[in-house]
């Protein structure tokens, strides 16, 4: 550390001394690594949110017939002509194994309170990544100042010193 050359007061601190640049790069990686971590688990919650609305389609339309004509999977390679019946009648996942018989109307209830919380959980996950990227902006921002040689210059401030010199002046 070096003296400022107003009397003594004041500090001057280079930047790489206080933030060296390859700690700073470290830094930044390390963000940047768990924002590909967030993406990740946005994309798959994002997933969740096109399944759920998809679901939400099918089960809304699956009672406006009494039963639907359908191909049924046999095996692997093979299907067979299928009817489906009791088309307002729907086994609802409520948590830990339980399920739940419900009518394609409290179904969609159901699942339309599910979609709410994945889309708060994007949202969340959205804020997230915001403050994550502002945080490897500022350690780029950091390790790119460190390297350019920046210096901090600190000088104390004191209230007399500066009454006097004011006074002295006039102002």
Known sequence: MEEAATGGRGTVTPFASMFPASEAQK??????EKI???QKELDSIKEFVTENTSLITLVSRLPDELNHDIMVPFGKAAFFPGRLIHTNEFM???GDGYYAERT???TVEILTRRGKALDSQVESLMANMKDLKAEASFFD???SEAAEGLVEIREDYVEEIFREKHS???K
């Open 36 to 38: 590909g971590e967030k």
């Open 168 to 170: 002295k002046s006039g």
């Open 104 to 106: 394609a109307k409290q």
């Open 92 to 94: 609802v996942l409520l």
């Open 141 to 143: 921002v950091t390790a």
């Open 27 to 32: 830094a930044a990686k390390r963000v940047e």
